[in-house]
């Protein structure tokens, strides 16, 4: 019999976006909002550092199209590869709230960190 094994999630973590005030940051279920992106794991900072660059992305589409954006949140989950080396294997960035399309492709495809998360790192 063949063991089967499950990867470890991570998450959630919400940023919590209001026109009336600044971004908002939630780690956990039913946390309680903060004015900080939670700091206590890093894979949990990684995983809001994601969702706040795509808000803010939202921000420079948004201020282009002359378009007011209205409450919404970005709730992340991860999932840790199975395999060597420890890494995320996946993240799912869940919009909470109405967006269009078009913005948030948009958002997707200029979000710095999102991008990053491709590139080479190296120690020196």
Known sequence: MALKLRPKRFG?????????????FVSGEG???????????????????VAHCLVESLRIVAKRDEVAL??????????KAIDEPGRLQSMVCRIEGYLPEEMLREAKSMCT????????????
């Open 31 to 49: 946390g309680e909002p903060l004015p900080h992106p939670p700091y206590d794991k890093p894979v949990l900072t990684l995983m809001a550092s």
């Open 12 to 24: 959630p973590v919400s940023v919590l976006f209001n026109p009336e005030g600044p971004v908002r």
């Open 70 to 79: 209205p409450a919404y949140a970005i709730t992340v989950t991860a999932e």
């Open 113 to 124: 960190v999102s991008n990053t998360l491709n590139c080479k790192i190296t120690l020196e």
